[in-house]
């Protein structure tokens, strides 16, 4: 069988994310017959149904999702090779480039880049994002937290594991408490938990505001229009408007330093071996 080639899994990934050649042509900047020729010939390459078609529309097969996981880990693994050769060519794969969640952990951050004399560049990102930042090679390493992120396929060092609290409003009755539990949090009348958005960008259902970034999640917490549950090191971002409770039942997190397993980077031992230090 020939190798597969990046432009036709990119193609086919277009089309099994969107499950519509028209939209998926779009996408990639093409006309839609040679897309759905394209597809045609990777099927008979393979010798399998990869997309059902009917007048309904286009649906994955078994073995279309079997191709889009391996696709997408092909075309990012691509991706890597190619930043992080460029990367090699400019600084001597010397400089680091760190993701981390916006807002959080800023004091085991800044910790860890006082620890390692080498240069760093963080990059800030939203929610979730630093898995796909490693395995598309924006980053290097990334601070990540157990057991919200998804840390299948990296190689990990633990840093700090912390209970979570709950931020409300400064004026809110329940803000005078010492401690609280989820369920308290879960019935409060008129403030629900914001809700942050899902690996694939979609939101749990819910009655909470759908939040994008601290600084929203900041403004709406003061307004009394929602609370948030985080860890408690979250409180250095807090306003005078707010107040972190401690909440006795909730789970606690683990901040790690993730990296990708196959990395052979000597620039990211270095970083791993000062974050072992830390501990």
């Known amino acids: ?120 560049e963080v990059l800030l990102c939203g929610m979730g994002d630093q898995a796909r930042m490693l395995r598309d090679g924006r980053a290097d390493v990334a601070l990540m937290q157990r057991p919200f992120d998804e840390l299948t396929g990296f190689d990990t060092e633990e840093l700090l594991t912390e209970q979570q609290v709950a931020i409300l409003p400064a004026e809110h ?9 989820m369920a308290e949090i879960g019935a409060v009348a008129g403030l629900p938990v914001a809700r942050w958005p899902r690996p694939d960008g979609t939101y749990e259902p819910g009655p909470g505001p759908e939040i994008h970034d601290l600084s929203q999640l900041a403004q709406l917490i ?11 090191s979250s409180r250095w971002w807090l306003w005078s408007a707010h107040t972190a409770v401690p909440l006795t039942d909730a ?11 196959h990395s052979r980077s000597r620039a990211v031992a270095g970083l791993v071996g000062a974050a072992t230090g830390l501990r």
């Open 222 to 232: 003061a307004l009394g229009q929602t609370t948030a549950v985080l860890c408690a």
């Open 173 to 181: 009755p329940l803000a005078t408490r010492t401690a609280l539990t």
């Open 1 to 120: 069988m020939d190798v597969l080639e990046t432009r036709e899994l990119r193609y086919f990934v277009a089309v099994a994310e969107d499950l519509h050649f028209g939209r998926a042509a779009d996408r990639l900047g093409m006309a839609q017959p040679p897309l759905s020729r394209a597809i045609q010939q990777l099927e008979r390459r393979l010798g399998v149904t990869l997309l059902e078609r009917n007048r309904r529309g286009v649906a994955l097969t078994g073995a279309g999702r079997v191709l889009l996981d391996e696709a997408r880990t092909l075309l990012d693994a691509a991706a890597a090779a190619a930043r992080r050769t460029q990367r090699a060519a400019t600084d001597g794969g010397n400089r680091l480039v760190l993701a981390t969640k916006a807002g959080a952990n800023h004091e085991l951050l800044r910790t860890l880049l006082d620890a390692y004399a080498a240069e760093v």
């Open 251 to 261: 789970p606690h997190v683990t901040t790690v330093l993730a990296w990708p397993a």
